[in-house]
């Protein structure tokens, strides 16, 4: 176990600097020149002279290679400089909104599972009854509801009409409600889906039909044969889908003036700020590439044709 | 004792509603085993061998399934028992063991926790008197070193292995009644006599009445006391197995006897054709299409029994239609 | 499996068959939209604003006066038009890079297959994000952003198509008669994926319309006064507590397109199904023979 995870974290190596690759080169993307744009912020006059020395206190004079190693080396030493538009540390920045969203993100992770999981299970038990149909249709419309209308609906509804929730802003527990539901939605419906079909695996697979021949209770059944193997492809896709919903926050926070990291980006996009941009990125993809290897070894550590090798 | 069967099955019959019609996958299947005894039931796959163990289990359910006619245990009528009475039967009066071990196992769950749970499940007992129980039996089903096999995972064993487990998991709990579904199938030739004859001593321990489904006519001659041939989901023919196999008289069972590979047999003669389908039969002998000996009766033939004096039972029109006297010219 | 077949497979199941209406319709009536509209999408008149449905605005008027039916109508125009433009231009770039990756193999496909790894490295919201913001906002800038994230998925599902295919017996036939290179990838080799690839891309339109009125309505792409269902519902959100109909048209419009993209997709999987359309043994169809 050790060992698998030395080798895994050896094999991230080439996926880090090509993460690091691409968020380097993000910023020449920028069709005019960051100097520029960078006396601007600073209300200065973007005279000839004032724009070679800014490029020179950038580093924007050397070339590429020299200038790709140096922000590598910055940045190893967690120095990804200063915003154009605060002038303080790009880190800072982003750790200050960092926990706003994660608390957001967890609360939404946990309400996908407390929605998905039993409404999964109970939609593969009672498969083509009646709630099984329910969470068909409800899957659907969540999978194709569009998170920055559904944010203003209920908002609409359970802020401005019915006055139980308060609109905008982080603060107390209720303030996370609306859009931890918003972001949640999607997600607990796919996820609905994905269980009641692994559950249908599982129950129609021959294991199953033995546990039954030998008389066991169906709650040991379901509990340790059926459900076990069943959440095994669910724990995979969630890893991979908590990635996703930490970037996925950019609408809910701008619906809901939640202060968090899309906030910033969106801001940051608005006054390119590229330094807070690329930091963004960078952060999120290495946060992406975290959970991956965290669904990896909790695979492993769950399943154990993998943990005790071989299998056939 | 011997006379009082165990298991008797009365005109079992299962259909299946599918989108294209009725499935008849059993069409009055009857026959009875004795304690101690071996009932051999031979066919090809999809004849409807594993539909006879599973609605016997009362394991037959889901959408459109149907199953009706009588299947008796000490007699208790288990197609009226509630499922929950019929919980606590399974495993502990009427044992299985499946066709594919390497399957039939959770891959997340040791092979001692499956083990244990069936004992439990049936016994008071604490989880680590089941283990003590659960290690013996694995013991004397011919395994070494059991302590460890209980710690293992199914796909960290063999398939002799696992099969192995399997039978003493069935026979842990001394069931009056052993379904053994195809038990050597999946298995090497050389590890198919060890566990038949592993089934052999433990049957005779226990005085089990045994159901041995095989499509190897090899495996029920070795085990079987009487033998039951289906087809298409009909017993064609049910003797005892001296007798069967002495004078085959059923033309199907004829061609799976001249198709078995044999030492003395320059050629093998595989059966033409495929069965028919089972959705909607009519009236036509299921075996016509691929029978060498067809009659005017075959195209419509109801499958009456017509049975010997000495009690072999054939299902073919050749022989008439169920009056027992016009055949005893010919038995 | 002919084309006809399909279609009349998907016409039977009376939800298909209205998913595809919705799709249609709303496609026709985008296209037409110049035409069928009742007003001017951006004609402005602070006189009428805010005023509710009548004879003139059939489903009333937004903040400037506009008519909310005509900007609708004008949105699936354009809401549907760049999705379509987004698709297009990702599965061109992705049958190039794929087929040329899967085909020619060795150091080239190396070298492809790693950019897609570092690109399908990070979450794809985030990266196109960033590139909007090194681009700057707009309409080119996020339809740009868009094909550069979704492309490298694309052509790691074509190479493997076309991995597949190229050693199957009428590839190598039609190398050993002589055809070259990209005539086989065009004439054997994508006549073969192609529904595959019909049947990916449209289950994917469905997040390409909810992401272009995504970054529209965070005011990153199709930028106001033009009539997009996501700008829209940027402009509503001031006037949800007084007006609300001015955020719920926009949004059941993106949600009914969505839909029925999905339900299309989902049928046209199970309609397209390889195992049906090359049968039991594998061996029923090669379009290309």
Known sequence: ?312 | MENKPLLKVDNLRVSINVPGGVVRALNGVSFQINAGKVLGLVGESGCGKTVTCLSLMGLMKGQGIEVTGKVELNGKDLLSLSPREMRTLRGREMAIILQNPMNAFNPLVTVGRHFTETIKSHLPASEKEARQTAIGYLRRAGLPNPGRIMDQYPFQLSGGMLQRAMIAIAMSMSPPVLLADEPTTSLDATLRLQILGQIAILIKEHNTGVLLVSHDLGVIARLADEVAVMYCGYIVEMATAVELFNSPRHPYTRALMASRPGLKKKRINPIGGQPPSLINLDKTCPFFERCPGTERACLNYEMEPAIFSNGHLVRCAIYGTGRRKALKGLA | MTVKAVVIKLAGRKLTAACLFVVLALTLGGALAPFLAPNDPNLVDLGKKLSGPGPEFPLGADHLGRCILSRLMHGARISLGTAFLVMFLTIAASIVIGALSGFRGGLLDGLLMRICDMLLAFPSLVLALAIIGMLGPGLFNMMMAMVSVQWAWYARIIRGMVLGLKESGFVLSARISGASGPVIVARHILPNILSQIIVLSTLDMGWVILHISGFSFLGLGIQPPTPEWGAMLNDGRQFLRSNPSLMVYPGLMILMVVTAFNLLGDALRDALDPREIWGENGFGKQTSA
């Open chain 1, 1 to 312: 176990m050790k060992w698998y995870i030395i080798m895994r974290l050896a094999g991230l190596v080439p996926v880090l600097l090509g993460i690091s690759a691409i968020a380097f080169f993000l910023v020449r993307l920028v069709p005019c020149d960051p100097a520029e744009v960078y006396l601007r912020l600073s209300q200065v006059p973007p005279t000839p002279e004032m724009v070679a020395a800014v490029r020179a206190d950038l580093g924007l004079d050397r070339p590429l290679h020299i200038q790709y190693l140096d922000w590598l080396h910055k940045a190893l030493q967690l120095d990804f400089g200063l915003s154009f538009a605060t002038r303080e540390p790009v880190l800072a920045e982003i750790m200050r909104c960092f926990p706003a969203t994660l608390q957001l993100t967890l609360a939404s992770m946990a309400l996908v599972l407390l929605i998905s999981l039993p409404a999964g299970i109970l939609a593969a038990l009672y498969k083509d009854g009646v709630f099984d149909q329910l969470s068909r249709v409800l899957a659907f419309l969540g999978a194709s509801v569009p998170n920055f209308w559904l944010g203003f609906m209920l908002m609409y509804l359970f802020s401005l009409k019915l006055d139980l929730l308060p609109v905008l802003g982080r603060g107390t527990a209720a303030h996370l409600a609306l859009p931890a539901v918003t972001l949640a939605m999607s997600y607990a419906a796919t996820y609905t889906r994905l269980l009641r079909t692994s559950m249908l695996d599982s129950l129609g697979s021959n294991f199953v039909l033995y546990t039954r021949a030998r008389g066991l209770r169906e709650r040991l059944v379901l509990g340790r044969h059926v459900l076990k193997n069943a959440l095994l492809p669910v724990v995979t896709a969630f890893g991979m889908s908590a990635g996703h919903m930490l970037a996925g926050t950019v609408i809910v926070e701008n619906i809901f003036a939640w202060p968090g990291m899309g906030m910033l980006c969106v801001s940051s996009i608005f006054n390119r700020d590229y330094p807070v941009i690329q930091c963004y990125a960078l952060i999120m993809a290495l946060i992406f590439v975290a959970c991956n290897l965290a669904v990896d070894i909790a695979y492993r550590f769950l399943d154990p044709r993998i943990r005790l090798g071989g299998g056939r």
